[in-house]
């Protein structure tokens, strides 16, 4: 019987189509990347996916498997395929095959005590029945640009504003990115749609980011700033900001990792390591350590 992880992470497994694998694709999703990263960082994870055949045999789940995540495959699921184009302007993305929702009655019923939960969509397949789900006083997170995908299958992906809803206002901390959004949507028109309390993490690349607390009617009442870490080569961009995400999730529900090493802040500086190291790698392959990413807070020299 499962126990009861430290974290429940739940998305899909996406397939991204690639050159450089001979299989011809490559295992991604937010699911995918948060659940190694959490595991790499310390924490007990059980994950629930939606996947395709290929995605739930594949070499990439058995490593998630190694690094000790509970993986649970939803019955019959499929999770979505991306082709992904990098431009100067961003990424382009088409959809041979969108995703299934993610089922909550494919979760073990040991996981419903959780403490906290990573909610990690890549293709709108959270339903609003997952915002009722964590208990009450669990610690959830939300990576909230893979609710702002429009998949058609066979056509190129959209994207939308972001939007009220029930997940959205559940979250306690929020990912999202400069490039999720359009110049026309500010910082307060994404606050107002979060919960009191709620914090949330607007990335902006190699600029780093700020982090804002939200009061009541969404009016910001903090705001902490982080700076990215420079990388030493750049491989794939793809996972940066649910490495991230996790970095700082990670460093919430379980303090004591980062506390022995750093002061201040050390949640926003661990997710920077974590989203600098996984730029090196290509795919769920460049997902840190713990000790990597420790290291790569003191410059190369990890402090034990």
């Known amino acids: 019987m499962s126990e009861t992880p430290d974290v429940v992470v739940v998305g899909s497994a996406c397939r991204d189509l690639v050159d450089d694998d001979p299989r011809g694709w490559r295992l991604g999703g937010g699911a995918s990347y948060s659940a190694l990263a959490l595991a790499r960082l310390g924490l007990k994870v059980g994950a629930i996916v939606v996947a395709d055949e290929l995605a739930a045999g594949s070499s990439e789940i058995a490593m998630i498997r190694d690094a000790g995540v509970e993986v649970h495959i939803q019955p019959g699921s499929k999770g979505p395929i991306f082709i992904n184009t990098e431009t100067p302007t961003g990424r382009i993305q088409q959809t041979p095959q969108v995703s299934d929702a993610v089922d909550p009655a494919a979760l073990p019923d040991a996981w419903r005590s959780a403490r906290a939960w990573m909610i990690a969509p890549v293709a709108a397949e959270i339903p609003d029945v997952w915002a009722e789900i964590p208990p009450a006083d669990a610690l959830v997170a939300l990576g909230w640009q893979g609710l702002l995908r429009v998949l058609v299958a066979g056509s190129q992906v959209h994207h939308r504003q972001p939007f009220s809803a029930p997940v959205v206002r559940r979250a306690d901390l929020v990912g999202v990115g400069v490039d999720d959004i359009d110049d026309s949507t500010t910082v307060a028109d994404l606050t107002k749609l979060l919960h009191p309390g709620a914090e949330m993490l607007f990335t902006d690349g190699i600029h780093g980011g700020n982090a804002y607390t939200v009061g009541e009617a969404g009016a910001i009442v903090s705001t902490r700033h982080w700076h990215s870490i420079p990388i030493r080569k750049y491989v ?60 790569r807070l003191f410059g190369g020299d990890n402090p034990d």
């Open 236 to 295: 794939d961009p793809v996972g940066a900001g649910d490495s991230f995400l996790s970095g700082v999730f990670a460093a919430q529900v379980q303090p004591a990792i980062v506390e022995r090493w750093t002061t201040g802040d050390a949640d926003l500086r661990l997710g920077a390591a974590c989203g600098s190291l996984i730029l090196e790698g290509p795919g769920l392959f460049g997902v840190p350590h713990l000790e990597d990413a420790i290291a």
